[in-house]
């Protein structure tokens, strides 16, 4: 059974220092999403990772992946308020990109 | 661009009945996916489907169906409702459904079953 496995599951941080969200998954794939998700709404899509080695940044946020370790990061840099929320990864199962195996989440605060 | 929409926002239903959830793909997009959302289960996968075929299946029951229309929007069902089936439910879309594609996800529908 595919497992996708997030930690920490809370993190609480200050502004302006920096962490990492680790994403460990437990099947071959080398396609990985990032998401974010703000207190009752919906999903938004953050990064797509479809190779060993893949980097994105966007602004304060950057992930990477790792296949031959299943490992995907999401390093945070000098985190703002803004940033507060909870971070998903999804590993894509079988064709396409909408067949995602969502991992259980890292509820992130960022206290000012 | 108008976003995913999802109708209704909010359902409350019985045990026994059915209901049946609508999404309305971003224009131009093919795939449309959908998700259940539970505080114990996380975020589980349904069904996902592309151009009226349904491609890909979570693992749920049969009570869960859903279609697509040639319009690409899409409707999910689920009958004799069960008090576990209380959750969020959300529609993704992507234009072609590929591996580089984005998903785009609406803001859900929230079923609670009493």
């Known amino acids: 059974e595919l497992k996708v496995e997030q930690n920490p599951l809370f993190l609480s941080m200050q502004e302006g220092k920096n962490y990492t969200i680790y994403c460990n998954y437990s099947t071959t794939s080398d396609r990985l999403y990032w998401y974010r998700q703000d207190p009752g709404k919906s999903l938004e899509s953050l990064f797509v990772l479809l190779s060993n080695g893949a980097v994105k940044q966007e602004g304060r946020l950057m992930a990477s992946l790792d296949t031959k370790a299943r490992l995907s990061t999401l390093h945070i840099t000098a985190a703002v308020h803004d940033l507060s929320a909870t971070y998903f990864c999804a590993v894509a199962l079988g064709a396409g990109a909408n067949n995602l195996f969502f991992g259980t989440g890292t509820r992130l605060t960022v206290i000012p | 661009k108008a976003g995913v929409t999802q109708t209704p926002r909010y359902l409350i239903k019985t045990r026994g009945q059915q209901v049946t959830l609508s999404c309305s793909p971003i224009s131009g997009h093919r795939s449309v996916s959908w998700y259940q959302q539970t505080p114990g289960q996380g975020l589980q996968f349904l069904f996902e489907?592309?151009?009226?075929?349904?491609?890909n299946k979570g693992n749920f029951p049969g009570r869960f169906s859903g279609r697509q229309f040639s319009n690409s929007r899409s409707e999910m069902n689920v009958s004799t409702l069960e008090l576990g089936d209380s959750a969020l439910y959300l529609c993704a879309s992507s234009a072609h459904g590929l591996d580089t594609d984005t998903q785009y996800f609406g803001p859900g529908t929230r079923l609670t079953v009493l």
């Open positions: 489907y592309f151009s009226e075929t349904q491609r």
